[in-house]
């Protein structure tokens, strides 16, 4: 089953599933095509957005599970 962390970066996040992207998107972070957001943390991206970390992991996984 595919998971992710809230360690792995936003460039690794993005090739796990197509399905993620809308949902970073949809949570607020807009910047997904920006190179310095390639190497942040889907963690550090998260306290710069004001979004709350363990959630966004726990949906993204969620989601990911019914995938499969």
Do not use: W
Request: charged content about 25%; aromatic content about 2%.
């Amino acid at each position: 089953m595919k998971q992710i962390t809230k360690d792995m970066v936003i460039g690794e996040l993005l090739y796990v599933d197509d399905c993620i992207a809308p949902i970073l998107m949809r949570a607020g972070m807009h910047c997904l095509g920006c190179p310095a957001s390639q190497m942040e943390s889907l963690e550090e991206a998260c306290m710069v957005h004001g979004i709350d970390c363990e959630d966004l992991v726990n949906g993204i996984n969620e989601i990911l599970a019914t995938r499969e």
